[in-house]
C-alpha cells in the first residue's frame, strides 16, 4: 500500500503531531470525504506500507519526527509546492525565503530522489505577470536544483470557490509562453520538467506528464519492483498510481486562495479549533463520532478505496 498524505490537506504542515500519533498507533481511520459519518480503518506498519509520499508547502514541523519515522521502517519522499507568490495569495505561509532554505535542507537529507518541487497552480495578474514569474521561476530554478531533479508545474484551474478573489485560469497564449520558457529554464539548471494533469501538450517544450505517486521513483526508493496500478478517481489525465489518501478536506490552514479541498470557511475553522492528535481521524474529535460503514484495514497491495 502507497500511503497519500495528503491531496486534500497539508498534514506535514497543520497535522503532523496527529499523524505521528497514527503512525505510533499503527492505524488510521479515513473518512469518506462525500459522507464523513462513513469511516474506514486503514492499517499503518511497516510491513504494510510501503513508502508515503507527502504533499506540503512547508514540512518544517514534521522536520523532527523523520528520525523516528525512518527508525520504524518508513520510507517516504515528498511533493513539495514552494511558489513565489505572497501573503495576499498564501497567507498561512511562512516568509518564502525560509521555506526555500528548509527545502534545500530537506533535499540535503534525502537526495534528489526523494524531494519533489512543485511550482503550481500557476496564474497571471496585474502582480503577478508573465515577466515576474519567468524571473521568480528562474530564480527558483538556480536555487532549488541542487536538492531535487524534477520540477512539475501546473497551471491554475478555475473552481467556484474562487469566484471574487481576482484570480482566473491562463489563456492559451499565456499557457504556451510559459511552458516554452520553463522548460528550457529547468533544462539549463539540470531539471526534469514535468506537468501535472493539463490538457495543453507540452512535450514540444521538453515537458513530459507527471506522475506524482510515482511508480517508478518509488521502486528507485524502495529497491524493488511494485505491482501497482494506475489510480481512479482522479483527474482527466493524471499519471499517478494507486494510493491510500489519509487527509480530509477544509482542514488546512494554509489559506491559499487558489485552494479547491477548503470549500467551507466554517467547516474549516469548526475542524481546526477540535483538531487533536488523539483522534483516530483527522480532525474528527478524540472519541470520533460513530462509523454507520463497518471498519476494516486494507492489506498491503489491496484496490484503492473505491469511495475516494
Known amino acids: 500500500m502507497i500511503l497519500s498524505a495528503s491531496r486534500r490537506t497539508d498534514i506535514p504542515c497543520w497535522h ?119 524571473e521568480q521561476f528562474a530564480a527558483l530554478c538556480r536555487k532549488l536544483s541542487p536538492y531535487t531533479g524534477q520540477v512539475t508545474v501546473s497551471f491554475l484551474d478555475f473552481y467556484k470557490s474562487m469566484r471574487g478573489k481576482g484570480l482566473a485560469a491562463p489563456s492559451q497564449a499565456q499557457m504556451e509562453e510559459f511552458a516554452a520558457f520553463a522548460g528550457g529554464t529547468a533544462a539549463v539548471w539540470g531539471l526534469s520538467p514535468r506537468s501535472c494533469c493539463e490538457k495543453l501538450a507540452m512535450e514540444r517544450w521538453g515537458i513530459l506528464p507527471a506522475s506524482c505517486i510515482d511508480k517508478e521513483r518509488l521502486e528507485r526508493l524502495l529497491g524493488r519492483r511494485l505491482s501497482l496500478k494506475p489510480a481512479a478517481g482522479q483527474r482527466a489525465g493524471c499519471g499517478c498510481f494507486q494510493s491510500v489518501d489519509v487527509g480530509a478536506y477544509n482542514t488546512c490552514g494554509n489559506g491559499c486562495l487558489y485552494c479547491y479541498a477548503n470549500y467551507s470557511p466554517a467547516l474549516l475553522k469548526a475542524n481546526l479549533e477540535k483538531r487533536s492528535s488523539h483522534s483516530p481521524s483527522l480532525c474528527g474529535g478524540e472519541q470520533d463520532g460513530p462509523q454507520t460503514a463497518p471498519a476494516r484495514e486494507e492489506k498491503p497491495g489491496g484496490e484503492q478505496l473505491s469511495w475516494f
Not at 521555506?99 to 537529507?109: H, P
Open 16 to 134: 503532523a503531531e496527529w499523524f505521528m500519533e497514527r503512525i505510533r498507533e499503527g492505524r488510521v481511520t479515513v473518512r469518506n470525504p462525500r459522507n464523513p459519518s462513513q469511516a474506514r480503518q486503514i492499517s499503518l506498519t511497516p510491513a504494510e506500507t510501503d513508502a508515503i509520499v507527502f504533499w506540503t508547502k512547508d514540512p518544517a514541523p514534521l522536520l523532527p519526527y523523520l528520525d523516528e519515522l525512518e527508525e520504524r521502517g518508513f520510507r517516504y519522499y515528498f511533493q513539495f509546492t514552494l511558489t513565489p507568490y505572497g501573503s495576499d495569495i498564501e497567507p498561512g505561509l511562512r516568509d518564502k525565503q525560509a521555506i526555500a532554505e528548509t527545502f534545500c535542507a530537506l533535499g540535503e537529507r534525502l537526495g534528489k530522489n526523494g524531494l519533489v518541487w512543485r511550482y503550481d497552480p500557476i496564474f497571471f495578474t496585474g502582480k503577478y505577470s508573465m515577466a515576474w514569474h519567468r
